[in-house]
């Protein structure tokens, strides 16, 4: 991949909680518009991962960079005008606003007032929220909240939006509904990086899956090729 087709190159990431080494010498370089899957078993680093990659731990090791420019240091709202969005594994909406503010939010800390109500219905409409613009994140459905955080997520338009878990806890249906806004997020040109469980789901989305296990990134590959590989069928599948 040359330079000028990466969006994001994360080297040598790595965490420690205390003696823990929870993610050692990661490198993962994605391009723009790039469909990823991350997978591993439970515990195996990868929200530490996104954490590191979006500020929310500001501490780590090794060099992240966003389209070229270094992420090390900087603040989530900061790396966020740089165009790297996430989700949460536990929506955290504001309780007591209504579902516009709740996108209009990251409109105006980012200094975008004056259209922001404008820009936070249109990502209503993309995750088909609108009509619910008034309403309490409470009086949503689970799956409603999960679009909920895809849209406050996908506010500032961000180059890459990192889904950590969006489908958990969700029906056939529902999960269907969230795999169709990801790919039309892809298709107007957000990378994305999602983080599954559901194996269904990361393989019907993803184009490249890296798998984690024990901290350590040990497949990195087109899906079929890395599942079927043996050290991924041992420590990610069970099977020996
Ligand atoms: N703030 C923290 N303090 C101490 N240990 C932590 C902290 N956050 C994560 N860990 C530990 O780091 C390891 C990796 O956790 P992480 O949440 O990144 O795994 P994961 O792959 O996202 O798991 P899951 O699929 O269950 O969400 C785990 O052993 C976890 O207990």
Known sequence: MSDADVLLRAE???KRFGGFVALQGV???????????????????????????????????????????ALNGLKPHRRARLGLARTFQLPQPFNSLSVLENVRVPLLFSGQSGSATARAMHCLEQVELAAKAEKLPRELT???????????????DPQLLIADEAMAGLSHAEIDQILLLLRRLNAAGTAVIMIEHIMRAVTEFAERLVVFVAGRKIADGEPRAVLSMPEVEGAYLGKQ
């Open 12 to 14: 040598g990431v790595g």
């Open 27 to 69: 490198d993962i370089t994605l391009r723009a518009g790039e469909r990823l899957g991350l997978i591993g078993p439970n515990g195996s680093g990868k929200s530490t991962f996104v954490n590191c990659i979006s500020g929310d731990f500001a501490q780590h090791d090794g060099r992240v960079t966003l389209g070229g420019a």
């Open 142 to 156: 689970q799956v409603e909240q999960r679009r909920l955080e895809l849209a406050r997520a996908i506010a500032l």
